[in-house]
Each structure stands twice: as C-alpha cells, then as structure tokens.
Nanobody
Framework: QVQVVESGGGLVQVGGSLRLSCVVS????????MGWYRQAPGKQRELVAT???????NYANAFLGRFTISRDNAKNTVYLQMIGLKPEDTAVYYC???????????????WGQGTQVTVSS
C-alpha cells in the first residue's frame, strides 16, 4: 500500500550536480523522519542524511557541505541535492521513510527501490 519511489539518478560527469527526489504515497497517517542512504559497489549501505518532520537535518560527516537534504511535507517528498560530484559518489541511492500507515499508530520503516547515480571521470 505504501510506496516509496526515488527518481533523479543518472549519469553525470565529475563536478556535476544532481537532485534526487523521493515521493511517498499511499494511505499514510503520518511521516516522521525521511532519509537518504547509498550503497556503492563492494561497500555496505551508508547513511547520507535524514530530516525530521519538523525540518531537523542530520548528515553523515562525509557529506556535509556537498549534499543537502530537504523535504516538502505537502508533497510527501524528500530531496537530496548533490553538488561537486565525484567518481566515488557512484552508488545506488535509497530513500526511506519512518511512517505510520493509516491502519496503525506505530511507525515502520519503508524503503524505495533505489536510483542509480553514476559519476564518470
């Protein structure tokens, strides 16, 4: 019922920028924290950033200064603006949302399928 769908990935050259979007849809009571994670080839999934429903952001140290997370509560959408992209940023970027569906007051974590970001040298 709940869907989490990322978009905006693609192929970009070194130094370029991308803006990823993630839309949460379905019968939802409330969305709390939303976040972005990534998994590069041969590496474990890592946290990029999160943002609460109140707008409080949290970044993994490695991404401070280049990546910016934001959200539009009216659209149930979270964004990740990435600038100065490097080859090592190549990864599948995943969105998640901690939310309570309409049938429950309990929060669960929902994940998207990921969107591929490839940065060429």
């Amino acid at each position: 019922q709940v869907q989490v769908v990322e978009s905006g990935g693609g192929l970009v050259q070194v130094g370029g920028s991308l803006r990823l979007s993630c839309v949460v849809s379905g019968s939802i009571r409330r969305i709390n924290t939303m976040g972005w994670y990534r998994q590069a080839p041969g590496k474990q999934r890592e946290l990029v950033a999160t943002v609460t429903s109140g707008g409080t952001t949290n970044y993994a140290n490695a991404f401070l200064g280049r990546f910016t997370i934001s959200r539009d509560n009216a659209k149930n959408t979270v964004y990740l603006q990435m600038i100065g992209l490097k080859p090592e940023d190549t990864a599948v970027y995943y969105c998640n949302a901690d939310l309570a569906p309409w049938f429950s007051s309990n929060y669960n974590t929902f994940w998207g399928q990921g969107t591929q970001v490839t940065v060429s040298s």
